[in-house]
């Protein structure tokens, strides 16, 4: 009998749904019930695309036995991360309080008043490897309950206290300028892997918003360190098995240091993020290679991940069913020798091989391969694209990885920005299409009358939950994203109605952002976290989205709230480089001005493109005829002698207005230029 997860919108809360384990949502009624009971609540978070949060529901939630014991002795609460990412972060930094390290799934024993005592991640159905069993650990949070209740609460109150006590250093005054940007370079540069590419060892995540801000560092002052790191970086993932070298589009993270092993699942977010990264590193450098990787993201973003309503779903599973119907990781991406002779025969498969590095050993397991690019020289294009087109079929046929087909606002926000600026700079219009669609539904399903965000939808039916920061941050950056590409105001106007809510709802003391709303479920702590993890961080987004909408409308208000943000990069960005990328993208953008570009004349034309193609750190982009125009930047800004015109201006200051395509793309070269 299916349990209260049945009407979920969630597709990792409907995987558990037929579960034994009697589970709750997060509801105040799961608190009430743990009350009247006298039990502790069990709160188990992850989501759809986690691997470990597949095997533990396997090995436990669905064993009859365990669950019996669970729903006797607690109530079991379970939670989507991207759903409710307020409550993951709460819960998380207490979990990396108490123990160092924190991972999914997790799993955390609360008091009825949802405070937290006892912390783990995956437990296994047997004891092994130093870890107790699920079973051991539930039966001795049960004695500790009814055994030993005032030392439990104790713990749970010095848990909540300590939280309570934890302050954030985010600046205070001042901006981050020269000084600090130069030392953030300086510590990224410690930390690059000069062979491989990226930073740090294994595992290995893709670094968008670092590569962002060495993008924009270069563009801006010329450093050809930043530019290297960045593209050299993008070059090895792009060479790499956690680049799909068949369909597009980037898996998790890799396992080594190598970029060789992927974690299999795709998201939407490190697609989108990087989608846009490619496609400005091709705008710096008219890479090639660049072109390649944006466009087949993109692709793959709309082939595999677009929803019937228009959105974007938000992964596609590592795990996927073998030859033999077992759900197996990477099962759909891995090749063996003996498989690529099948598909293509004995000398197209030795060809393949070498292409793509499949070897008789393997390079995963069990003799597969994951599928790279290793060999830098020329091969025969023509033969490889026959090669990869019917290896691609042949794929097509294989069991495909599950898909969570929840929308994410934020992430569709990111979605948005990659496809629109993709579309503009490869003349793909369909891909301009998509983002405006994508946009459409978060403007009809996401956005309620007063412009709250909600935080998801599905199969066009609106979640309950609360957007938070980073959808606002991230849902405005599309808009605005948007509003430059099409020359149509009213992304404009909707940025600014999501900009004005973070600055009533979001904003705190001294330039300072939190994650939820003020008017949001009040947790045993209002989360703020002002760096990054596989998103740009909600303070920063929001930062930027700010920065942007006050360059296109003067806006006071926004700009000295983006300043007052970005107080936070001033002190974390020389100390935490990789972790504050986009805040420094941002700051990056704040010191270059940033630049108004008013194009008067046609949208698409020659100077538009000129435009948008300029590398000026996150300068804004208004087009249109100027009569009637929604953009105040257009505001009697004629064209001269009838001819389409641009006028850029920046910190007070504008340049005289020219009709020159060339001129333009001087004026929006930067120092890298």
């Given amino acids: 009998m299916p349990n209260r997860l049945a009407q979920a919108t969630s597709p990792y809360l409907l995987q558990h749904a037929e579960n034994p384990v009697d589970w709750w949502p997060w509801e105040p009624e799961a608190f009430e019930e743990a009350r009247r009971r006298d039990v502790p609540v069990l709160l188990s978070v992850g989501y759809s695309a986690c691997h470990w949060c597949h095997v533990m529901a396997h090995e436990s939630f669905e064993d009859a036995e365990l669950a019996e014991y669970l729903n006797a002795h607690f109530v079991p609460v379970k ?47 047997e004891s092994r490897h130093g870890l107790p069993s699920f079973r051991q650990v539930l039966e001795g949070v049960t004695a500790a309950w009814t055994d030993r209740r005032d030392e439990v609460g104790e713990v749970a109150a010095r848990i909540v206290h300590d939280l309570s006590e934890r302050t954030l250093d985010h600046g205070g005054e001042g901006l981050p300028g020269e000084a600090e940007l130069a030392q953030a370079l300086l510590g990224l540069t410690r930390e690059y892997d000069e062979k491989h590419g990226g930073f740090g060892g294994a595992p290995k995540f893709p670094p968008s918003m670092a590569v962002e801000f060495l993008l924009r560092h270069h563009a801006r ?49 490190d697609n989108a993020l990087l989608c846009r990264v490619y496609a400005h590193l091709w ?51 891995v090749w063996t020798p003996a498989q690529l002779r099948e598909v293509l025969g004995e000398e197209d498969a030795v060809f393949a091989a070498e292409l793509f590095g499949v070897t008789e050993e393997g390079t995963f397991e069990e003799g597969s391969s994951v599928l790279q690019l290793p060999h830098r020289d020329a091969t025969d294009e023509v033969r490889a694209a026959d090669v990869r087109a019917r290896l691609l079929a042949a794929r097509e046929l294989r069991a495909r990885p599950g898909r969570d087909d929840k929308v994410v606002a934020a992430w569709n926000g990111l979605a948005i920005a990659a496809l629109a600026e993709t579309g503009a700079y490869f003349d793909r219009p369909d891909l301009i299409e998509r983002a405006t ?3 459409d539904l978060l403007v009809r399903l996401h956005m309620g009358p007063v412009a709250r965000l909600v935080r998801t939808s599905k199969d066009g039916r609106a979640g309950t939950h609360a957007g938070v920061l980073e959808d606002y941050g991230d849902v405005a950056e599309g808009f605005l994203a948007l509003a430059a590409v099409t020359g149509e105001g009213t992304w404009l106007e909707f940025a600014g109605f999501l900009t004005d809510i973070v600055l009533q709802h979001f904003a705190g003391e001294g330039g300072q952002l939190y994650d939820t709303a003020d008017d949001a479920e009040q947790l045993i702590r209002r989360p703020q976290d002002p760096t990054d993890s596989a998103t740009p961080a909600g303070w920063t987004a929001a930062a930027g989205a700010l920065l942007s909408y006050a360059a296109y409308t003067g806006s006071e208000p926004h700009r000295s709230a983006a300043e007052g943000a970005l107080g936070v990069v001033k002190a974390l960005g020389p100390r935490a480089p990789r972790f504050t990328g986009w805040g420094l993208a941002v700051a990056e953008a704040l010191l270059d001005g940033p630049r108004e570009v008013a194009v008067a004349g046609p949208v698409g034309g020659a100077l538009h493109r000129t435009a948008l193609l300029g590398q000026a750190p996150g300068a804004v982009v208004a087009a249109g005829e ?48």
Wanted: with cysteine.
């Fill in 79 to 125: 939670v989507d991360r991207e759903e409710r990412p307020d409550v993951d972060a709460v819960y998380m930094e207490a979990v990396q309080a108490a123990t160092g390290q924190g991972g999914w799934p997790m799993t955390v024993f609360l008091t009825a008043d949802a405070e937290p005592f006892y912390f783990g991640t995956y437990f296994p159905p």
């Fill in 437 to 439: 669609e994508a946009a």
């Fill in 626 to 673: 100027t009569a009637g125009s929604e953009f105040p930047l257009l505001a009697e800004r004629p064209m001269l002698g009838g001819a389409p015109t641009a006028y850029v201006c920046r910190h007070f200051v504008c340049d005289a207005p020219t009709t020159d395509p060339e001129v333009l793309a001087q004026a929006l070269r930067g120092a890298g230029g």
């Fill in 283 to 333: 705008r710096s450098t008219g890479s090639e290679s660049a072109r390649r990787i944006a466009l087949e993201t993109a692709d793959f973003m709309v082939r595999e991940l677009r929803t019937a309503e228009g959105g974007f779903a938000s992964a596609l599973d590592a795990d996927s069913e073998d030859a033999d119907g077992k759900h197996v990781e990477g099962a759909y991406y």
């Fill in 221 to 269: 002052t010329g450093a050809d360190g930043a530019l290297q790191m960045a593209a050299d970086t993008c070059e090895a993932m792009a060479r790499g098995g956690i680049y799909d070298q068949l369909g597009g589009g980037f898996a998790r993270y890799a396992v080594d240091r190598e970029w060789v092993v992927p974690h299999f699942e795709k998201m939407l977010y």
